[in-house]
């Protein structure tokens, strides 16, 4: 790209080769994410595991924090 700007390169040729450099390094990406679109249940399932994840790391701190604050199990 240097040779090409030291050549004269024109702007509307540098942004047409800029853009097809990264529509190509998109493409793998591009396909996860419409892959992704057309399988809503196979984001549902990653959030739901996300969620069980979470939920085992701040349940303690949770549970600290309620009881610092006062607010205790009503049964």
Do not use: C, T
């Not at 702007?11 to 419409?34: S, T, V």
């Not at 996300?50 to 610092?68: D, Q, Y």
């Amino acid at each position: 790209m240097r040779a090409a700007f030291a050549d004269g390169i024109a702007w509307g040729e540098a942004k047409r080769q800029l853009f097809e450099l990264i529509n190509e390094q998109l493409q793998e990406p591009r396909a996860k994410y419409l892959r992704l679109l057309e399988n809503p249940a196979e984001v549902e399932a990653v959030l739901q595991q996300g969620a069980v994840k979470a939920r085992r790391h701040s349940s303690e701190l949770v549970a600290r924090v309620r009881n610092a604050v006062g607010i205790r199990p009503l049964g």
